[in-house]
């Protein structure tokens, strides 16, 4: 087989649009798409006024470009992927870009001499087809949380995708299972904020592409089986400044009741914004049965320290390693739009001085010192999305407006769907 290139981005509904290319585009280079793809919906329905598609101003490109440096190798024969940036067809950049969006977070802290280092944290469950075809959970009754080995995954397909992103030099850290089986997580390294972020896409749709070719439905939805816990996108941040030291950091130990004046900024952000953020980084209608009180989910608008049980969690450890762990989003966002709308926050917090409200102190079930939780449901997240114009100002109001549009359809398409059906109308894209 003659090597290839394989362009891609991650689109408004977190899936990986692309094209097969001949390897003379391997390089600074491009590729041309349509702008409708803004307008497409999960059911394949075309929506002509959704905002920013021009479907109603005869469905132009839109153009992809990439970095020849950026190009790696990929994990199929002969193939090499690379992600791009997304622009109109006059040459500016497309709103609705949600790299763009993180680039921009990015750059609005580089003028506080910040650099935004992340770590995310993928969790996801696993499905394969009965003899009837049904979509029924992955068969492994040894698994327990921690869990390794052949109890864990009879498949193995963990396995191949561990040995795939090791061999292609994807920057994978760890797999385990998780509490609930049939479910695992992996754990990327820590880095900048748009290369981690770039690692994260990459790393997801190979590992769904290696488990079906195992016989496995990977799917990262917020709550795919009733009854079970739900799947989330843990982000881990902090920040270096212009000597390379951890800017978060105050002292050796992770101390709450201690923190720095940024780390009281970027809370403080996302506290205010906390309804607001839900609309963005869980943007599904099985996100809010994941987001719910004593879930370790990020349903409550508080923070501390090392409690898995709040949804802006200070880590324990400090000096070099000190972070902040932002626990509400979920992998059926988009996550350069989540790390972009989490950047935000904080940033809106850190230049607003916003008053940062007392930790929590109780034990994170009840939440007696937390104000409030999110949105019951996906149609109240995107209502108090749209009532944070400062939020969709910040991440860029043409993504915004474009997202709040296409899950307000969402909202109508999926009414009256519940348990299997609702997760099998997502399963294959997310």
Known sequence: MSERLRAMFCDHLSIMRGKYLPASKIGNDESRFAQPNFSVHYDKDLLLEAPGSRCLQGLPDMVLRWIGDEVRPGWEPATKVVLGDLYDAEGGPLPMCPRGALKRAVAAWGKHGLTPKIGIELEAFAFIRNADGQIVPYDNPGGVVYGTGNFTDPRRFTDAIWNKAHEIGLPLDLITAEYDTPQFEFTLTFDTAVAHVDSVVLFRQMAREIALDHGVILSFLPKP??????????????????????????????????????????????????????????????????????????????????????????????????????????????????????????????????????????????????????????????????ADTALGAAVGQGLVDNHIFMKRAEVEKTAGLEGDALRDWYIWYI
């Open 225 to 386: 089986i009733a009854g079970k816990g739900g799947s989330g996108l843990h982000v881990n941040l902090s920040f270096t400044d212009a000597k390379g030291q951890n800017a978060l950091a105050k002292g050796e130990r992770g101390d709450p009741d201690d923190l720095s004046d940024l780390a009281r900024g970027c809370i403080s952000g996302w506290m205010q914004h906390h309804k607001a953020i839900a609309g963005l980084v869980a943007p599904n209608a099985l996100s809010y049965a994941r987001l719910q009180p004593a879930s370790l989910s990020g349903y409550w608008c508080n923070w501390g320290g090392d409690n898995r049980n709040v949804t802006a969690r200070v880590s324990a450890e400090g000096g070099k390693k000190a972070r902040l762990e932002h626990r509400m989003p979920d992998a059926a966002a988009n996550p350069y739009t989540s790390v972009a709308t989490i950047l935000q926050a904080a940033l809106l917090g850190y230049e607003g001085k916003y008053d940062l409200p007392p930790r929590e102190t109780g034990d994170g079930f009840t939440c007696n010192d937390a104000p409030h939780g999110t949105a019951a449901s996906l149609s109240e997240a995107i209502d108090d999305l749209a």
